[in-house]
């Protein structure tokens, strides 16, 4: 754990450039041997818009990572952060604790916020305007959502008290797990299910990106679901049955165009209906 640990302290941003496309390229050829959905798109040209966002979010994370080595290296230095507050706790249980405390700050409540907080969830709604959901929507984030979400994850790791070691772990999960839960890839129902006990399944994830509420409103974790589970934000429905996109923001064109995309969030706020299913 120590070795894993040191690693992640210093990972190279090489190491962690491969970490993202070597995730986007497995997942890709997943889809197309095992999809959940054919959709009958040209899949680059669907995808061009997503990595447009991909790059965005790469360049502000970079310009702001200083930020979070000195906080993740002020809290290790001065004993701050609710990890390094409870004493002799085991390396496995430190790295763990970090991994999960993160992903509600980071990850579950940056979220759940987003979608509480009207300005929040303009923004928000460049994701789920994808009416095509697949691995490469994990990164569809407008610039100013990448900034909300940097906040949060940066307000984790002083609360936490994680060192950069964490940090860059569970940034690097985030992304293969973020990947993952999006990829449009069909495992057999069982093994989703069991999946979901712990982490984000696809299944799982794919019902936030129904189109309606409640559904929309629900599953907001990242890497583990037990935050959704214990905070009552849980939800199931047949994945048969899920369509994507917002009820309110119906428009293939606008939601498949970069422009379109990015003046997005100052749009007239428009309340989103609620289903009966």
């Known amino acids: 754990m120590e070795d894993l640990l040191n690693?992640?302290?210093?990972?190279?941003?090489?190491h962690r450039s491969i970490i993202l496309v070597s995730g986007i390229t497995i997942f890709w050829l997943l889809?197309?041997?095992?999809?959940?959905?054919?959709?009958?798109?040209?899949?680059?040209r669907h995808a061009l818009p997503n990595f447009f966002f991909t790059l965005t979010t790469i360049i502000i994370n970079f310009a702001l990572a200083f930020l979070l080595l000195n906080t993740s290296d002020w809290v290790r230095d001065n004993g701050f952060g609710i990890i390094n507050w409870i004493p002799d706790l085991p390396l496995w249980?430190?790295?763990?604790?970090?991994?999960?405390?993160?992903d509600f700050f980071?990850?579950?409540l940056a979220h759940w916020v987003e979608h509480k907080v009207k300005p929040?969830?303009?923004?928000?709604?460049?994701?789920?305007?994808?009416?095509e959901v697949d691995t490469t929507t994990a990164n569809r984030h407008h610039p100013m959502e990448s900034l909300v979400r940097f906040s949060f994850t940066l307000m984790g790791v002083l609360v936490v008290g994680t060192p950069i070691g964490i940090v860059m772990l569970y940034q690097s999960l985030s992304i293969v797990f973020s990947q993952f839960s999006h990829a449009?890839?069909?495992?057999?129902?069982?093994l989703d299910k069991a999946i979901s006990w712990v982490l984000v399944s696809p299944d799982m994830h794919k019902v936030h990106h129904h189109y309606i509420l409640p559904y929309t409103d629900s599953?907001?974790?990242?890497?583990?679901?037990?935050?959704?589970?214990?905070?009552g934000t849980y939800m199931e429905m047949d994945r048969e049955a899920i369509v994507y996109g917002v009820d309110t923001f119906p428009d293939r064109k606008e939601n498949n165009s970069i422009r379109g995309l990015l003046k997005q969030p100052f749009h007239k706020y428009r309340k989103p209906t609620t289903g009966g299913q």
Do not use: C, Q
């Open 184 to 190: 449009n890839i069909r495992l057999p129902h069982k």
């Open 219 to 231: 599953n907001y974790g990242n890497i583990f679901s037990i935050w959704d589970r214990l905070l």
């Open 120 to 131: 929040l969830w303009m923004i928000h709604l460049v994701h789920h305007t994808d009416h």
């Open 93 to 102: 249980a430190y790295i763990l604790l970090g991994l999960l405390l993160l």
């Open 106 to 108: 980071g990850a579950y």
């Open 7 to 14: 690693y992640f302290e210093t990972i190279p941003s090489l």
């Open 31 to 44: 889809e197309g041997a095992v999809p959940l959905f054919r959709f009958s798109y040209r899949k680059w």
